[in-house]
């Protein structure tokens, strides 16, 4: 027997499965076991102020590293804290192992006690209930195993009493590494894409539009030969965003964020071949983006019915690249090669494409928001990590930042919830460990967990962060006044948001301005802290999505 307590056994079997960073909130129920994970070797803590941001930190980690991110929460009102985050991470598919502290076995009544088993599954995460110390060990390995095979976070409970008791066994641990299945790339059936050539063959003018699964295939090289032996323009959805930066035929975003021009070009497609994408209810605009097309989706795991919407009329269960260079290798047996959108006029009307270039005048002291975005993507080098909040600015963002890497931009809005921008960032540049992170983010979001930048500070993490600050919530008041409502409710001002900032440590400055961006980048290069640079737009531009959604612009 070692003289090893459960926590200490514990945290040692996370080291063994490659941890090596925990964003945590202390409590009793995980106090132990945090302090055990901090002693050992190599292993960096960030200590969040809320449980909602520890959470939301190893997400952002791991959508960075693609490694399992793992939090730590205490029971009771330490867990119900965390329910959006794990939300988010769940719909994000994101690999996360969230030690949850639970209340005492032996206790006959405990205050903060609460059934952590339903609430994790109403999230739609998994939950392992640790209630033996000799199964311990492989309840670790079930939460690791799940979290890597099925992509999605996992709830971990330990009991705190038996957190405290003398680990009884050997301290051998197998990480469940070396049992979860080699990664595969499946291919597809050659029946099916025959098919697919013969779609292409009858089709005159395709799009490929490719999402997050072309990114995590490294499906690009092979897209783009699809489409240029399809003569086929190319589109991302949002999640996809980047892949195909630079390719003359490339339209950018698909769907609701699409510009006037890629919509047009959608509406004339007779045939849309979707590849690691979920062509859900954004991304298609409800079914209504390509509505004379043909559809043909390439996916691990294909649905026929998504988001209440049929998907397509041809499944490929395969990965994007295999699919992408079998159907291009059948091409070419079978002498199929298209010209379809491919000519020269049509390459230089999308290099003159432009996501929003309606002139709107400017309130004084502050910027336009779309300009404020272009300088910003101007300024930050494209090597940086781009993370990107939910509200009505990242609409702006996603479709003027341009010539970035698709693996680097991370947008949290998987369920569609503010507030998580800044953990998450937090997160990524953690994992990033350089500093060249900047978080695009709202000032209503940032108000709502606005303690974690007494995190950045105190933890010494480098990050940038501009807020676009409209002085309310934009998404709201848009929508007031395009339904002709008073919009007063959601606008409360836009406050000192730079002096926040300074009160918890970190440099500032209000940009009221244009031009402001390259000297402060300057001076942001040239400290060894984090920035805020709280960036007043005008309220009254709406982005180019809502203008067309809700106040009905042709």
């Excluded at 499906?219 to 959805?237: D, M, R, W």
């Excluded at 909040?389 to 890497?405: D, E, L, N, Q």
């Excluded at 008073?486 to 400055?509: C, E, N, Q, V």
């Amino acid at each position: 027997m070692s003289k090893l307590q459960v926590s200490d056994m514990l945290a040692r079997a996370f080291a063994a499965e490659g941890v090596e960073v925990l964003f945590t909130l202390m409590g009793d129920a995980n106090m132990y076991w945090s302090v055990a994970m901090s002693q050992l070797p190599g292993m960096q803590v960030i200590h969040a102020r809320h449980e909602h941001c520890a959470v939301a930190m190893a997400d952002g980690y791991a959508r960075a590293t693609g490694k399992v991110g793992v939090a730590s929460t205490t029971c009771g009102p330490g867990f119900t804290q965390i329910m959006t985050a794990l939300t988010i991470a769940a719909r994000g598919n994101v690999p996360l192992v969230v030690f949850a502290g639970d209340s005492p076995i032996a206790a006959s009544w405990y205050l903060q006690q609460i059934d952590m088993a339903p609430l994790t599954l109403a999230c739609g995460a998994h939950y392992v209930g640790v209630k033996h110390v000799d199964r311990l060990l492989d309840n670790v390995r079930e939460a690791f195993q799940v979290a890597q095979a099925e992509q999605r976070p996992v709830v971990l409970s330990v009991p705190m009493d038996l957190q405290k008791q003398a680990w009884p066994h050997l301290t051998d641990y197998t990480p469940s590494t070396d049992l979860v299945p080699a990664l595969q790339r499946p291919v597809p059936d050659p029946l099916i894409v025959d098919r697919v050539v013969d779609m292409i063959a009858e089709a005159e003018k395709p799009i490929v539009l490719a999402g997050r699964g072309a990114i995590r295939s490294g499906a690009a090289p092979a897209l783009a030969a699809l489409a240029e032996q399809s003569g086929a323009l190319l589109a991302t959805s949002l999640l996809g965003k980047g892949l195909f930066d630079g390719n003359p035929y490339a339209l950018d975003i698909a769907g609701a964020f699409a510009s006037d021009f890629a919509r047009e070009r959608f509406a004339e497609s007779d045939l849309v071949i979707g590849v690691g994408a979920a062509l859900g209810h954004y991304t298609t605009e409800g079914g209504y983006l390509y509505p004379a097309a043909r559809t043909v989706q390439i996916d691990t795991n294909p649905r026929g019915l998504w988001q209440g919407l049929r998907t397509a009329d041809l499944h490929v269960r395969a990965d994007a690249r295999a699919a992408a260079e079998a159907i291009v290798e059948r091409m070419k047996a079978r002498g199929v090669s298209r010209t379809g959108f491919r000519t020269p006029e049509m390459a230089r009307d999308i290099a003159g494409d432009s996501p929003d270039s309606k002139a709107f005048p400017v309130q004084p002291n502050t910027v336009d928001p779309r300009k404020a975005v272009i300088e910003l993507d101007q300024v930050v080098p494209k090597d940086w990590d781009i993370v990107v909040g939910a509200g009505h600015y990242f609409s702006m963002v996603m479709t003027h930042m341009k010539g970035r890497p698709a693996e680097r931009y991370h947008v949290v809005n998987d369920f569609g919830a503010i507030g998580s921008g800044l953990p998450a960032a937090i997160g990524v540049a953690t994992a990033r460990g350089d500093g060249k992170v900047m978080l695009v983010e709202g000032d209503g979001s940032l108000m709502m967990h606005i303690q974690e930048l007494e995190t950045i500070r105190r933890q010494g993490v480098r990050l940038l962060i501009s807020i676009i600050n409209d002085g309310g919530y934009g998404a709201e008041f848009h929508k007031f006044r395009a339904n002709g409502v008073d919009p007063t409710a959601a606008i409360h001002g836009r406050g000192d948001i730079a002096g926040m900032a300074t009160g918890f440590g970190l440099r500032s400055a209000a940009v009221t301005e244009m031009g402001r961006f390259a000297p402060l980048f300057r001076e942001h290069q040239a400290a060894n802290i984090g920035t805020l640079w709280d960036i007043h737009t005008d309220d009254l531009i709406p982005s180019r999505a809502y203008r067309r959604i809700h106040y009905g612009e042709a």
